[in-house]
Structures are given as structure tokens and as C-alpha cells.
């Protein structure tokens, strides 16, 4: 028997009526609803969701595990104004968070090392979400505590330990899963083995691998060259030097390789390049919390992470692109160090970050002998290979120091949270680069103080309002700085991008509402967003003449936009909904395109059976945006509808026991036709994905 898409509707929404008929004879039940989840991203000290009266959200793995979610970008749904940009090819998509995407503007960071790679017409993350227990998303700026880079928002990937897995009285074992979809003919599993061979040490090790076909879009076209092949590797240990001390040692990381389109973020055939990717963090940690010294609450972290792609056997115009190799490279190495003091009342956090940011573009090519200027292709090729420095990818150095405090007391039904940060940038080219131009000083630096203040109200037990206000900057990238596109000069003399965000908002936090096991939460936010002495990129020569450098602070723009999140949940039910809007214009009075459309989404499930099934159905709709497109039959650029879309998922879990779960999700169940933002400029991209059916089988030894 077929179901309507009314009939799947209205069961949707009839939901809440029979868990609550169901629940009116139990006992109280703990509630958790994804408002209620404890974070550290917006303040860096413990508190809930909407404790935190900012724009936070915790995306658990019970979340990501439930949809059988391959990719960190496909868990964005439920988040006001976070999605992803970027196709559906592996390695091909950036966070989006209220319209900034770009890498420099969206902080990454695995464990509290920073995490960030750039290159044309890719992606910027690609790690695999098996392997993280939480994903904490900020919205808006948040320069203060986490640093530049920060101007869009911050993603705090957090990976799993043994404590997720162990039971009590439990010293090892093992967790495996087998998973299927349908679409790409998929091929995925995991194995987690974990240990506590001590009271004080935690050991945990895991393998995922994938490996599929080309993805079916939604137009019911195939995706060539979108297959994945991939493994990750995770090792982590804790150990407890005494009840109040803790040294941690991570290690993960993420290979790919495969023949692949060289454009993995937009629409349109570029050519495909053997490509190798290889994503890496490793860090050192060390707590200390004595429960007898109000003083100490002290967290130092020492990492390194590298983001490595070689591109080789590139075909058509990508053969001279790419060469015999290309290499594109980030190595960037953090320490971190904060402490957290309470005195009279006041919770002052205060702390250094440093980060050590090396970039390599290199490319292995055999010079060309003779061209043809008509075409631009290479007619006769020399027989010794040379080494060199791509322009187009320029390397350097760049260290960043930053120092904050941050204050936080109440007075009585009043938190104040007030911070300060100084941050400082040193930026040096490759020796190769500065040999060129021995009349320049091609050392930049780069410094600014930046201020936050949040104030939140707690009206009445259930009901606060607040206010927050940040502000932030980002010094040019190296590519900025060094880039010589076409011939054109460096831009040495760039400045620093500034961006404040101002937010007004309301939470609303109740038990009992309809029986003595619920509770409901709502969070309210307006935001507004200005972005000063912003830097952009202009090769037209008409607008910016040779040899003016490609990079200047010649623009600005402002944005706001509402979001609201509203949980609902009892003993066998939860519903969230969360809707989202966001508008704005460049200084010229220009629509921004690039900015995400509405969305309106509904997750809403529940359990049966003493909670060993649970079932679920997820529906996300995206409005109409208005798209600057260009006409390449009329050689102009053009005001364009990207039409909206209603896309539906279901999901089913079952604990046959204690140690074996069955699991089945479909995406896109009635195969809606639809395309995604583009990567590049926000314009409209590639088709979306088309219906999927996933399974996994998981056991526990």
C-alpha cells in the first residue's frame, strides 16, 4: 500500500497526540531536548543550550547515528541559518553559517586544534562524522574566545572517547557496524574497540571505511565521478594523573583517494584529476580541576593538524593546470591554553591562543616550449620536470597570538558576561616569493583589540531575555596578501575585516505542560550583521586595471535575520521545529545572493516497545531566494529564482538486545527534484541528492 504525502502528514503530525495519550499514566522520565545539551562553545565555561543565551546548537552522535548520516554537512537541518554550500560530491562542501562560507570566515576546529584548508573549487572539511560524539555550532561572531576566523561563526568538532562506549564494570570491548544506501550502492563500516584496563586509563581505537558508487540526483540523472572511497583512523587515550588531572593523546585521520571532477563544488564539467586527500589532527592535552581551589579550573591543549591534496594525470586544459603534481597544503600547529577562576562572584576565564599557519602550493610540471596563444595550449613540452611555487596557490607563514579575559557575574536576576581579546598576526611569504621583490617588505603584520558584552535577564523562572553584542576582525589571508593572479601585483598594504554582530533575543524553558513528564523550550532570536573594510576579489579590468593588486578592502555590507527554536518532549515523544530568515545588501545598496534561503524544519519521533523502537520523520522546507546568475548567451549577469523545495525523511531504529541494533533511514522519500547553493559565489549548484534507502546492522561485544 502506497502512502500520500497527506497521509504521511497528518501521521506526522498526529504524534504528539498519541504519545501523550500513552504517557498519562507513567512516571516522571528525564527529558533532554537539543535546547537542554551542555556546551562550552559560546562561553567557554559549562552550560546549557539556553543557559548560554547565545546562538549555539550541539549536534550529539545519537543525532548524526540516527539518520545514518555519512557526512558531517548532511546534519545541518535542524540549525537556523547553518547549511551546507557546495555540491553533493565528497570533499566538495563548506559550512554556511548565516551567509558566511568561505574557509577564513568559519572556524573549524577537532578538538580544540584548528582545522581549515582552502582550495579552488573544493571543500574545506573531510573528515567523517562516524568518528565525533558532539558537533558545537555559534552563530555570529565570536572573535573574543576563539580567535579570527571567526567572523560567520565557529564548529567545535569534539571526537569520541571510551567513556562513550563503556558500561559500568566494563574494562573492553568492542563496537562494529555494517551499514548500506541504496542510492550510490554505498558500502560502509566501523569497528570501535575500547578499553579501561585501569581505573585510570581509557583507551579507544576506530577504523570507517566507505566505499560506493556515483550518487543518482534527484533529477534522475547519474553524478559522474561522485563515488567515495575513503577510511578514517581514530586513536585516543586518557589518562587520570589523580582525581582532578587528566592528560589526553588524540589522533585521527582521514584518506581519500580516487579519480574525481576537479570542480567538486559547483555545477558544470571541468575535467577530472586523480586526487589524494589526506586530513590529520593529533594534539596533546592536560586538566586540571581541583574541586578544593575555586582558582584552577585549567585546560592546556598542544596540537598539529595538516589538510594535504595531490592532484596528478589531469585531463584536457586540467593537464597543464595540474601538471605531472600539484600540491596544496596547510599545516597549521595551536596551543591553547585557558583558566578559569571564580572570585567574589565572578567567573573570570582568561587564556592565550598561538597558531602556527603554514600554506604550500607547489606544482611539478615540464616547462612549455611553445604555445598557442589562440587556444592557450601547450604545443611542444621540454623533457626535464621543474619545481615551483603556484602563483595561484601562494605559500607562507602566518602566527597569530591572541589573548583574552572574559567576566561573568550576576547581579541578582541579571549575568553580565563581559570579554576583551588582543590579537596579532605576523605574515611572511616563502623566501622564493620575498627573493622577487627585494625592494618590499613582504613581512605583514596585523593587530586589533575586539569587545563582547551579553547581557541576559531572567524575568521569571521560565522566561529571559537577552542582549549580546560582539565584535571581531580577521587579518588577510597569505593568498591575499601574496597573490599574483594574471601578473597582477601582491596586496601588501590589505587591511584588517571587521565584522560586528548585535543579537536581541528570548528563551522560554517550562516542565509539565501537558502532563508530569513533558517539557518545552523556545529560544527567539533577531540578529544584525555588519562587515566593514571587507576584502574581495576583482579580476575584471575594466573595474581594477593592471597591474592593481587582485585584493583590496573595497567593500562592506550589513545583514539581519530572525530564528526561532521551539523543543517539545515527554517520556516517549520529542518534536523540534526551527525556522530561519536572513536579508541583506553590500554597500553599493546591492542584494547579497549569496545569502541562504527560509527554512522551516520539523524533527519529530517516538519510542514504543519499553523505548526499543523508536521512529521518526524529519521535514525540511527551503523558500524561494533570488540568485545573480550569468547568461552566457547573453554574455550579462541576471536576477534569478532558485525555487524552493519540501524534502521528507523517515527514520526507524530497533534494539533487537542490549548489544544488537537494527537501523533503516530514507532520504528524500518522495525523490523531490531540487539543486543545492553552489560553492562558489552561492549561485545555484548541482542537483540534490535523490532518494536513498540506508541500512545498518550494529553489535556490541
Not at 548560554?52 to 543525532?63: F, G, H, K, L, T
Not at 586518557?238 to 576537479?262: H, I, K, W
Request: with cysteine; aromatic share 10%.
Amino acid at each position: 500500500m502506497r502512502l500520500s504525502k497527506i497521509s504521511l502528514c497528518l501521521a506526522t503530525f498526529s504524534l504528539p497526540l498519541m504519545a501523550h495519550a500513552n504517557t498519562q499514566n507513567t512516571n516522571d522520565a528525564a527529558i533532554v531536548t537539543s535546547l537542554d545539551a551542555v556546551t562550552v562553545t559560546a562561553t567557554r565555561t559549562e552550560k546549557t543550550v539556553l543557559q548560554s543565551a547565545q546562538a549555539v546548537n550541539v549536534i550529539s552522535s545519537e543525532q548524526i547515528e540516527k539518520q545514518l548520516e555519512s557526512s558531517l554537512f548532511n546534519t545541518l537541518d535542524m540549525i537556523p541559518n547553518v547549511s551546507a554550500n557546495g555540491g553533493p560530491r565528497n570533499g566538495g562542501q563548506k559550512f554556511n553559517i548565516r551567509g558566511f562560507s568561505d574557509a577564513e570566515d568559519v572556524l573549524v576546529t577537532v578538538d580544540g586544534m584548528v582545522q581549515t584548508f582552502e582550495k579552488y573549487r573544493m571543500g574545506s572539511l573531510f573528515t567523517d562524522s562516524e568518528l565525533y560524539r558532539t558537533i558545537s555550532i555559534k552563530r555570529g561572531t565570536s572573535t573574543v574566545l576563539h580567535g579570527g576566523g571567526a567572523l560567520g561563526g565557529v564548529v567545535q568538532l569534539e571526537l569520541k572517547d571510551a567513556a562513550d562506549f563503556l558500561r559500568d564494570g566494563e574494562t573492553a570491548g568492542a563496537k562494529v557496524k555494517l551499514g548500506y544506501d541504496s542510492n550510490n550502492e554505498q558500502k560502509n563500516g566501523s569497528v570501535f574497540a575500547f578499553a579501561r584496563p585501569t581505573e585510570t586509563l581509557d583507551l579507544l581505537a576506530a577504523v570507517v571505511k566507505r566505499d560506493s558508487d556515483d550518487f543518482e540526483l534527484s533529477n534522475g540523472e547519474m553524478l559522474d565521478n561522485s563515488g567515495i572511497e575513503n577510511s578514517s583512523v581514530l586513536l585516543k587515550g586518557e589518562y587520570f594523573l589523580t582525581d582532578d588531572s587528566l592528560l589526553g593523546v588524540t589522533y585521527t585521520t582521514t584518506q581519500d583517494a580516487q579519480r574525481t571532477e576537479f570542480n567538486t563544488t559547483d555545477a558544470g564539467a571541468w575535467g577530472t584529476v586523480y586526487r589524494e586527500v589526506d586530513q590529520t589532527a593529533a594534539n596533546l592535552s592536560y586538566e586540571l580541576m581541583p574541586s578544593d581551589n575555586p582558582y584552577l579550573d585549567l585546560t592546556a591543549k598542544l596540537g598539529f593538524t595538516t589538510s594535504q591534496v595531490t592532484e596528478t594525470d589531469g585531463e584536457g586544459m586540467l593537464k597543464d593546470f595540474v601538471g605531472i603534481k600539484s600540491t596544496y597544503e596547510y599545516n597549521i600547529t595551536t596551543l591553547d591554553v585557558m583558566n578559569t577562576s571564580k572570585v567574589a562572584g565572578h567567573a573570570l576565564t582568561y587564556g592565550v591562543q598561538y597558531t602556527d599557519k603554514e600554506r604550500i602550493g607547489e606544482k611539478t610540471a615540464l616547462p612549455c616550449e611553445r604555445i598557442n596563444f589562440e587556444t592557450y595550449a601547450c604545443e611542444q613540452y621540454g623533457t626535464v620536470a621543474q619545481t615551483g611555487e603556484m602563483t595561484s596557490q601562494p605559500g607562507g607563514d602566518q602566527v597569530r597570538t591572541g589573548v583574552y579575559i572574559q567576566d561573568e557575574f550576576k547581579l541578582q536576576d541579571l549575568t553580565v558576561i563581559t570579554g576583551v581579546r588582543y590579537e596579532r598576526y605576523e605574515t611572511n611569504p616563502t623566501a622564493s616569493f620575498s627573493a622577487k621583490f627585494n625592494d618590499l617588505d613582504t613581512n605583514v603584520t596585523h593587530s586589533d583589540w575586539a569587545p563582547s558584552i551579553s547581557l541576559n535577564y531572567q524575568v521569571t523562572p521560565e522566561l529571559a531575555i537577552f542582549v549580546n553584542r560582539q565584535s571581531g576582525f580577521r587579518a588577510p589571508l597569505i593568498d591575499e596578501l601574496y597573490d599574483q593572479y594574471g601578473g597582477r601585483q601582491s596586496a601588501l598594504n590589505l587591511d584588517i575585516e571587521y565584522s560586528d554582530n548585535s543579537e536581541l533575543g528570548m528563551t522560554y524553558s517550562v516542565d509539565n505542560v501537558l502532563n508530569n513528564t513533558d517539557t518545552l523550550n523556545l529560544r527567539v532570536m533577531y540578529f544584525d550583521i555588519s562587515v566593514d573594510d571587507e576584502i574581495t576579489s576583482l579580476t575584471s579590468e575594466t573595474q581594477n586595471p593592471m597591474p592593481n593588486p587582485r585584493y583590496a578592502n573595497r567593500a562592506s555590507n550589513d545583514r539581519d535575520g530572525f530564528e526561532l527554536e521551539l523543543n517539545y518532549a515527554n517520556q516517549y515523544l520529542y518534536s523540534n521545529l526551527t525556522y530561519s530568515t536572513i536579508d541583506g545588501e553590500d554597500n553599493t545598496g546591492k542584494a547579497l545572493w549569496y545569502l541562504p534561503a527560509d527554512k522551516l524544519s520539523v524533527d519529530t519521533g517516538f519510542s514504543m516497545l519499553d523505548n526499543t523502537v523508536m521512529l521518526g520523520a524529519k521535514i525540511v522546507h527551503t523558500s524561494n531566494r533570488d540568485v545573480e546568475s550569468y547568461n552566457r548567451s547573453t554574455r550579462q549577469y541576471g536576477v534569478v529564482k532558485h525555487q524552493s523545495h519540501t524534502l521528507w525523511d523517515l527514520y526507524a531504529s530497533w534494539d533487537v538486545t542490549q548489544d544488537v541494533n537494527l537501523r533503516l533511514a530514507i532520504d528524500n522519500v518522495f525523490d523531490k527534484e531540487y539543486t543545492v547553493i553552489a560553492g562558489t559565489g552561492g549561485g545555484i549548484g548541482d542537483y540534490g541528492v535523490g532518494r536513498s534507502v540506508k541500512t545498518q546492522v550494529s553489535w556490541r561485544f
